[in-house]
């Protein structure tokens, strides 16, 4: 039998309040333990915790959440504290002292609604994303996948399949003899039905790039006014700046939100073609490296010489010897803030396209991979013609639904997963 655990569930102490959860067949024996008596089931009970002597540790407001239709699955109590580190404290000695509790891991409690088929691996991996969410675009999204949009999208796929696995098998099983490789009526059409349903996910925008922001690279030849960009581009003087050629020569990067998108803005060093020592050279080839994996390049040098499809930017306009475009996307002064607000719109507009909508869910690398396979398996039963081939791939495409809700995983990626969330969760 899995251990109880227990664990300050809200935010760091001091606040005005402290949630301290447990979870696990021994809850009401600490339930007794600490407020000397029970509890109606999923009624907030004003209540005194008390130590081993009797002594008053605090008086609290206690929640009881018998399983298995708790948070967790299992028997659970809350007790909401007065929010002080010394009372966070005393309550967990309390807890510790007990036989059969111990303090919770990293998302074990997470980990265990997901073992006890509260929540499916889609919906955790949501949440964990809804607990590192920064922005309004990517709290949105996560909320998506925490809430079941994808899973219950993933488990009518599910059901269609099986609908169309089972009259592949019937026609093996009952079919004539002599017409043992054809497939039933309308097979075909439903079939590609599904598969273009699944397709239409996997050009969606990804998650990833929700999470890391929409990457937007400054480039250009030295003092070619990057850095003074950046800086009015994140509000901040995270990068120095100086009318001497050649000041950044690293990377810098700086995450911000702009209308509720998250952005993550790279200063570069200096595009010369003859680097003046060896760290200059370092920073230039790492400058070009960040500008191939960019999102967007924001072009700062000589009219036509960036990166394909990079943004040409006139900047410093507040100088005589800027470089002068013909054409530029955008004509500023980051000095002055001359033109910033419409680069600030136009970034806005651009990574909108590029990230995924409000509120939709976004499917990250484990998930493309997946239901990339499934695709694959619908595809390669819709072009042949033997039914044993084909019910052998729809199988496959099954075992990747499955996986996508975590009906079959392993131990690693559940690892891997729940440690991204706080103690706590």
Not at 353 to 362: H, I, K, Y
Request: charged share 25%; aromatic share 4%; proline share 6%.
């Amino acid at each position: 039998m899995p251990d109880t655990i227990f664990a300050l569930s809200s935010g760091a102490p001091p606040a005005a309040i402290a949630v301290v959860r447990v979870s696990g067949s021994q809850s009401a024996q600490a339930m007794r333990a600490l407020l000397g008596r029970g509890l109606p089931p999923r009624r907030a009970v004003a209540a005194t915790v008390r130590g081993p002597s009797g002594e008053v540790i605090d008086r609290v407001l206690a929640l009881w959440l018998p399983g298995p239709n708790s948070a967790t699955g299992e028997d659970t109590l809350e007790l909401h504290c007065h929010g002080g580190r010394a009372v966070v404290q005393a309550v967990e000695q309390v807890l510790t002292a007990l036989p059969g509790l111990r303090a919770a891991q990293p998302g074990e409690f997470t980990r265990r609604a997901f073992a006890n088929g509260r929540i499916d691996l889609a919906e955790a991996e949501g949440l964990a994303d809804l607990l590192s969410a920064e922005t309004e675009l990517q709290r949105r999204a996560a909320l998506a996948m925490a809430g079941g949009d994808f899973s219950r999208r993933v488990e009518s796929w599910r059901q269609e399949l099986l609908r169309l696995s089972a009259r592949v098998e019937a026609e093996l099983d009952f079919g004539d003899e002599d017409d043992v490789g054809s497939l039933p009526e309308n097979f075909a059409a439903d079939l590609a039905v599904l598969e273009r349903a699944l397709a239409g996910w996997l050009v969606r925008p990804r998650a990833e790039a929700l999470r890391e922001g929409f990457r937007v690279v400054l480039a250009g030849p030295p003092n070619a006014g990057k850095s003074t960009l950046f800086n009015a581009l994140v509000e901040s003087e995270a990068a120095i700046t100086a009318p001497v050629a050649g000041t950044t020569r690293d990377l810098l990067t700086h995450p911000v939100a702009l209308c509720g998108i998250p952005f993550r803005f790279v200063d570069t060093a200096g595009l010369a073609d003859t680097p003046g020592d060896a760290i200059e050279a370092i920073g230039i080839e790492r400058a070009r490296g960040a500008v191939e994996s960019a999102d967007l390049v924001l072009w700062l040098g000589p009219e036509g010489a960036g990166p394909v499809a990079a943004w040409e930017i006139e900047a410093q306009t507040d100088r005589s010897d800027h470089y002068r475009k013909t054409a530029p996307r955008h004509r500023l002064s980051a000095l002055t803030g001359e033109g910033m607000d419409g680069l600030r719109g136009d970034l806005v507009a651009a990574a909108r396209v590029a990230l995924p909508l409000p509120g939709e869910a976004a499917l990250s690398q484990r998930q493309h991979r997946l239901l990339g396979e499934a695709v694959q398996a619908l595809d390669s039963a819709a072009i042949l013609g033997d039914p044993l081939l084909v019910a052998e791939n729809l199988r496959l495409a099954r075992l990747a639904f499955d996986s996508l809700l975590g009906r079959t995983t392993t131990e690693d990626m559940l690892d891997a997963l729940f440690g991204r969330f706080c103690i706590g969760k």
